[in-house]
């Protein structure tokens, strides 16, 4: 689900909570060491994302924040703050030829370039694939 969070909504906020849950407690947080991701800069996206993201020249980057039940991939727009917001059980990552990875997820996706020089971010991204595998097989069954 895409959506605009740059106004303090608890609609917005409820439907967040209700895929992705909460965020991590912050002694959660201090135990995990990490929750989010370096900035990641964009390579390629899904039209409705692509259309966003031209809406200035400036350099497109996102990051990734793990939450309990999925990840949000958030990146701005001139003053808009946009979040890509994906359960596990529709997580889909591909890790094309290079040094990229695909995040899909329906009709959304978010290609990043992630450096093999860049530990941390590789790193986290393998701790998503890993909680993807871990938690996602307990939704793959979910009809929603």
Do not use: W
């Not at 209700?18 to 929750?35: A, H, I, N």
């Not at 259309?51 to 949000?72: A, V």
């Amino acid at each position: 689900m895409l959506l605009n969070v740059s106004h303090n909504d608890p609609e917005i906020k409820f439907k967040i909570k209700q895929l992705v849950g909460d965020p991590f407690p912050f002694f959660m947080r201090l135990k995990m060491r990490r929750v989010g991701s370096s900035k990641l800069l964009i390579t390629k996206s899904s039209l409705e994302i692509f259309k966003i993201l031209s809406l200035d020249q400036s350099t497109d980057t996102c990051n990734i924040e793990l939450r309990p039940q999925g990840i949000i991939i958030g990146f701005q727009k001139r003053l808009e703050t946009y979040n890509l917001v994906i359960p596990y059980y529709k997580l889909t990552i591909y890790k094309g030829s290079s040094d990229e990875y695909t995040f899909y997820k329906d009709q959304h996706f978010i290609r990043v370039l992630v450096k093999s020089s860049n530990t941390t971010a590789l790193q986290f991204i393998d701790e998503v694939i890993a909680n993807r595998q871990t938690y996602g097989e307990m939704f793959d069954n979910n009809p929603y």
